[in-house]
């Protein structure tokens, strides 16, 4: 919520609630917002995080899994796991259903995901994926390359 101050009053003279990108359908056209406007918006933004933060959280546990499957193999060579596959299926139709069925929406807070938004919850939970990938894979690569060094004290479990 932005406002300008203009002499001794304080007026808004501008109203925008542009948080991540979207309006949240606020109408930024008039010179004066309802705060219950900006309520909805602050309550929609919130909903939309918690439903990110809850997606964030299974892909990450899966990616961990994932990467964390074998100690020394590069992941693309140790196969398929189905049981892997369908724990990490398991767990998107759980997260799904958590943030489109109504009733469970209310109750835990969250909200679809919708037209923009797709890219908000990439931005969160991609890279994050990435750099733990890139992570493991290095990791690894150092314990094949000295398995009784330096590396193989610190990264060995």
């Excluded at 049981?83 to 929406?105: C, E, M």
């Excluded at 994050?128 to 590396?151: H, I, Q, T, W, Y």
Aim: glycine share 6%.
């Amino acid at each position: 919520y932005q406002r300008r101050v203009h002499g001794d009053s304080e007026t808004a003279q501008s109203c925008t609630f542009d948080l991540l990108g979207t309006n949240f359908g606020l109408n930024t056209t008039s010179n004066a917002t309802a705060p219950s406007q900006i309520k909805d918006a602050v309550d929609d933004a919130v909903y939309l995080s918690q439903t990110i933060y809850l997606y964030s959280i299974v892909m990450q546990q899966f990616m961990n899994v994932w990467c964390a499957k074998s100690r020394y193999s590069v992941v693309f060579k140790t196969g398929w796991n189905c049981n892997l596959l369908i724990g990490g299926l398991t767990s998107l139709v759980i997260i799904n259903f958590v943030a489109y069925t109504p009733g469970v929406t209310y109750g835990l807070e969250t909200r679809p995901i919708r037209g923009d938004d797709y890219w908000h919850a990439l931005t969160v939970w991609l890279p994050a994926m990435v750099v733990m990938f890139c992570f493991n894979e290095m990791r690894k690569a150092l314990l094949r390359a000295s398995p009784d060094g330096c590396a193989a004290a610190v990264f060995d479990y």
